[in-house]
């Protein structure tokens, strides 16, 4: 599948066309025409080394305009092979090519590439999977086998139709019909018995689970659950030990949980928490997600009884928080946790849900129906470009385009995790924060309650941070940067971020 080009000083990793097509395909009993990479849903896994550099054509052959996003990956000096729409790249049309172009530097573990314009991201995606440089090797045990899991989402009607008409009436998009694992559905499913992604595995040996959570919108959780039949005369196994070995693509200390006598497990996961009213929320409550690992010699799992795995409550605010504390980097000697220990330039930013108002002679569905909800920070709603930021700045051309006014601050204080303001209403703009190179960056998010709660996962593109703290309520500049952890804090690509907690952390 790649063509692997040796040269004195590095890897040049050609990878095959990368074709943009529809492709017909059945879930849920329910067949329709997705936009796919390669016809593969999800797509194909692209898999590097420590130091290589990728080369990807993109060709696309659907009526939709797409780009590549290649999530987690540091683009040093090539932000132009980001991704995002409108941001380092106007997007491929219709029977145009694109080349992505970039090193992969200090990086290696899991991460995901998919699509990054409206939902195409929904069946656009795969995994990355990046190996360490010839003759290292990662700071764990060698595992018998590395198996990629793709947590996903399956709509049965077209997802730009969903997010086109949320945008129309601006209402939250309708979730979609079921959770996936590597594109399937599983037997929890109508229609889906035969849907089921199913791992054999060997007693005794070490597996790595490459866990990816493509879906659109959730943060998921995940557990694995265990059965055991009385009556099996199957070989006794032991899941020993499950251990956490890294989160996004920097390596960290490992987290080893409980381990569970077995001889067929059930995986699943569901939302963390989504959706703005109880329909909603109910929907996805009710949403299962399994997969089953078996360590039987032979097919008997159909004679074993089915057990849930146990899960976390919904809408666990204090469980994610008590978790996620937890991640620490390696900081040692080989993985070093090079945090800033001054700070060139300090924000705060709000994040939170608002309104825009209804268009004149429209009805829509926000909180009221002459209003929409709309999202921003610092009360700003980012608006959509027409070319592309990083072009018109390379070009000398911004003026026109955007303004690098974005506001380093909340422009009205006020008490964000209380009663909300009577105004709920945002501006718009195309706005942004110009910073030089190497600038060390401490930047506290701050969560807002002002139209109720919203979950979601924040990325930072191109470039890694550190996460230094995280607390409940209202930051306080005057105590809470004593408890900042400045000595191996998680380095990440992307945070959860649950908006009515504050999660300050510095790059």
């Not at 080394?49 to 540091?74: F, L």
């Not at 995002?84 to 995901?112: E, K, M």
């Not at 689970?209 to 009556?231: V, Y």
């Not at 105004?423 to 930047?443: E, H, Y």
Request: one cysteine or more; glycine letters at 6%.
């Amino acid at each position: 599948m790649a063509a692997l080009l040796f040269c004195s000083f590095c890897v040049l990793l050609l990878l095959p066309n990368s074709a943009i097509t529809y492709q017909n395909i059945t879930r849920l009993c329910n067949t329709r025409s997705v936009v796919t990479v390669n016809g593969k849903f999800p797509g194909p896994r692209l898999v590097a080394r420590e130091g290589d550099r990728v080369i990807v054509k993109v060709v696309n052959h659907v009526s939709y305009n797409i780009t590549i996003h290649w999530h987690g990956i540091r683009q040093l000096t090539s932000g132009w092979a980001d991704g995002p729409a409108y941001v380092t790249q106007c997007p491929i049309q219709n029977g145009q090519s694109y080349n992505y172009n970039f090193t992969i530097t200090g990086q290696r573990g899991t991460l995901l590439w998919h699509a990054h314009i409206s939902w195409l991201r929904s069946s656009v995606y795969g995994a990355i999977i990046i190996l360490p440089k010839h003759n290292e090797s990662y700071p764990f045990q060698k595992p018998y086998e590395e198996i990629p899991i793709l947590f996903g989402e399956w709509f049965n009607v077209d997802p730009e139709a969903i997010i086109a008409q949320a945008l129309q009436t601006g209402a939250g998009p309708n979730v979609s019909d079921a959770y996936t694992i590597n594109g399937l559905p599983g037997p929890l499913y109508n229609c889906s018995s035969k849907d089921t992604f199913k791992l054999k595995v060997k007693p005794g040996k070490t597996y790595l689970l490459r866990l990816i959570n493509a879906a659109l919108n959730d943060e998921l959780f995940f557990s694995i659950a265990t059965t055991l039949s009385p009556s099996s005369k199957l070989m006794p196994f032991m899941l020993s030990l499950l251990t956490l070995i890294h989160s996004s693509s920097p390596q960290a200390k490992p987290l080893t949980f409980s381990s569970k006598p077995s001889l067929l497990f059930l995986m699943q996961s569901f939302s963390c928490l989504l959706g703005l009213t109880s329909l909603e929320l109910e929907t996805l409550t009710t949403r299962p997600l399994p997969l089953f690992l078996n360590t039987s010699p032979s097919n008997s799992s159909k004679k074993l009884p089915l057990f849930k795995p146990t899960l976390p409550p919904f809408n666990a605010t204090g469980f994610v928080a008590n978790f996620t504390r937890k991640f620490r980097s390696l900081a040692n000697a080989k993985f070093p946790a090079n945090v800033p220990q001054t700070v060139d330039r300090n924000f705060l930013f709000t994040v939170g849900l608002g309104t825009n108002p209804c268009p004149a002679n429209n009805t829509c569905q926000g909180p009221t129906n002459t209003t929409k909800f709309a999202a921003s920070v610092n009360n700003i709603s980012f608006a959509l470009p027409t070319v592309a930021l990083l072009q018109s700045y390379f070009f000398g051309k911004s003026n026109s385009v955007f303004t690098a006014d974005f506001p380093q601050n909340p422009p009205v204080p006020f008490n964000y995790t209380g009663t909300p303001p009577n105004n709920t209403m945002v501006s718009n703009g195309t706005k942004a924060l110009i910073l030089r190179f190497n600038t060390s960056v401490q930047l506290v998010l701050q969560g807002t309650s002002i139209l109720g709660a919203e979950s979601h996962p924040l990325h930072l593109h191109g470039f890694n941070f550190f996460v230094v703290g995280q607390g409940f309520g209202n930051y306080d500049p005057n105590k809470d940067p004593a408890k900042f952890n400045l000595v191996d804090p998680i380095e990440r690509t992307q945070l959860g971020f649950q908006l009515e907690v504050g999660l300050p952390f510095a790059s």
